[in-house]
């Protein structure tokens, strides 16, 4: 198990931001083997394609120079002009084969990550120049696996390599008595079948070192669980802060909502578990709001509240529990509760014109059932 140099394991699997660190840094995985499989078989397919046509062009290009003038063979102007044109004429039949192998080598950089430019690799650090840590690296475990590697690579390429040979050997030794064209055109369809024979090999690597790669990179980003803590820390906060914040953030909307009590028209309660402060202005409001709430201590307070600033108190369990169950503060309350709360606030306003006292419970109220199964 990989440790960090306080000695801890390193057992939790990298958090999100520290794989994104690690990218930025440019430390993502990457395989050579599979860059090296894309890169021969692009060639091979380049060579496929445009092959017929670049040892055409080719083929034009020596039997162009090879068909001097005994003049021109002996003006240097002439043969430097003919150089000029002949290399000119070279790069543009190889262009395509030149492309391809470009766009291959990209792609297949960054198909396992994607695309990453990161400053900071780039930017120059005097360790790289340590000869100390030079050395481990080629000495270390990460070097002698990547001479392993090397190794069966070339051992792998070098078997099929001289099995094509062999197979092949009549035609490579038939290539000299064949003419210059001939000779040309055949030499290109070995080059394929060469090509084709050592990408074999290459994807056996890729398919091998892919998830290699994969594998190595996420072991080396594994953290510390006092990693994950520092990190945890570092973006969302300390838990104690945190909760000390949400503590007095509800202190502060208790506040508010025990200062909204003495505005409340009437306060429904249990009798004592559930308490809910009601407000309602005919014409500023399309329905009754709830201003306060609260359950056990909280549904104590604000009865206090209510009894010292003479706002009616009625008990009305159902009802109670529904608006505190299905009803947000500072919001209108649901519509099925509508007929109800609208009942009681008739029955207030005809005692409040008639200055009488009325019954402070009431049972039959129109409650729905989908809002009666409340707490």
Do not use: C
Request: without cysteine; hydrophobic residues 50%; aromatic residues 10%.
């Amino acid at each position: 198990m990989a440790e960090n140099e306080d000695g801890q394991e390193k057992t939790e699997d990298p958090t999100p931001k520290r794989m994104q660190d690690a990218r930025e840094k440019g430390q993502v995985p990457r395989s050579r083997e599979l860059t090296t499989m894309a890169m021969v078989m692009g060639a091979a397919g380049a060579f496929y394609f445009f092959g017929p046509m670049m040892i055409d062009g080719l083929l034009g290009i020596l039997e162009a120079n090879f068909a001097l003038e005994r003049e021109a063979v002996f003006d240097e102007g002439v043969l430097i002009e003919r150089l000029f044109a002949s290399g000119l004429e070279g790069m543009w039949v190889i262009t395509p084969f030149v492309i391809v192998m470009i766009l291959v080598a990209i792609f297949s950089s960054i198909a396992l990550s994607g695309w990453v430019i990161s400053l900071e690799a780039m930017a120059f650090k005097w360790s790289k120049l340590d000869p100390v840590k030079g050395l481990g690296r080629v000495f270390g475990p990460r070097g002698a696996l990547e001479f392993l590697k090397a190794f069966f690579k070339f051992a792998l390429v070098g078997a099929l390599a001289v099995l094509f040979l062999w197979m092949e050997g009549r035609d490579f030794l038939a290539l000299g008595t064949a003419s210059l064209e001939v000779a040309m055109a055949r030499m290109g369809e070995l080059l394929l079948y060469a090509f084709f024979f050592m990408s074999l090999s290459l994807i056996l690597l890729a398919v091998v070192d892919i998830p290699f790669q994969l594998w190595d990179n996420q072991r080396q980003l594994k953290m510390t669980r006092k990693e994950v803590q520092d990190e945890n820390k570092q973006t969302e906060g300390d838990p104690q802060v945190k909760q000390r914040i949400r503590s007095l953030q509800q202190e502060m909307a208790q506040k508010r909502m025990m200062e909204e009590v003495p505005s409340a028209d009437v306060v429904v309660t249990n009798p004592t578990h559930f308490a809910v402060a009601l407000r309602y202005d005919q014409e500023s409001m399309a329905a009754p709001v709830v201003v306060a709430k609260g359950v056990d201590l909280m549904a104590t307070q604000i009865r206090s509240v209510a009894s010292e600033n003479e706002v009616p108190i009625l008990e009305a369990a159902p009802l109670a529990r529904a608006l505190y169950a299905h009803a947000e503060l500072d919001q209108a309350i649901p519509a099925g509760l509508f007929q109800a709360v609208a009942q009681i606030l008739a029955y207030l306003y005809f005692l409040r014109e008639e200055g009488q006292s009325g019954p402070e419970r009431f049972d039959d109220l129109p409650i729905p059932e989908e809002l009666a199964d409340a707490p």
